[in-house]
């Protein structure tokens, strides 16, 4: 069997696999750097076998249930990870700029400009139009364009 081994993946299998990475990522079981790292080489791989050596040492992903099993709570919000991290980062940077701001104005003795609401604010805005229109954009390997909620931007990447 090893012909069956060296069977070439697709575009789309490659995105199932860091799919699962991402649930991996969610669940613990891999660090960002782990991840990363994971999600490069996965997207590097070019056969059955190398895209395997990715997931190699995680547990498999349990079977689906049937839908009329599944169970959702209402009305609860769920984000993808890549927005999760997003918000993680922005809620890190913003207590870091508030600290900081709070012991220069304990060292200071006085109440300075509050100047974290120029990180946190905008920042913040744009994550939360973001998540609340679910904009999202795309890159495509082999045009180099962006594409925003099917239109194409103009800006290409190299």
């Not at 790292?37 to 997931?55: F, G, M, N, P």
């Not at 700029?97 to 920042?123: D, E, H, R």
Request: glycine share 6%.
């Amino acid at each position: 069997m090893e012909y069956a081994d060296n069977i070439r993946i697709s575009d789309s299998e490659r995105e199932q696999v860091v799919n699962e990475l991402g649930r991996h990522l969610t669940a613990g079981r891999l660090t960002i750097d782990e991840f990363d790292q994971r999600v490069a080489q996965a997207y590097r791989s070019v056969t059955q076998v190398q895209v395997r050596q990715v997931l190699r040492d995680l547990p498999a992903a349990p079977a689906p249930a049937p839908r009329e099993i599944r169970s959702r709570q209402p009305g609860r919000l769920r984000l993808p990870s890549h927005q999760r991290i997003e918000w993680l980062a922005w809620l890190a940077a913003g207590s870091l700029n508030i600290a900081i701001w709070g012991i220069i104005s304990l060292a200071t003795g006085v109440m300075i400009y509050f100047w974290p609401v120029w990180v946190i604010g905008p920042w913040g805005l744009v994550l939360l139009s973001r998540t609340l229109l679910g904009r999202e954009g795309t890159y495509s390997k082999v045009t180099g364009t962006v594409r925003c909620n099917n239109r194409l931007s103009a800006a290409a990447h190299n």
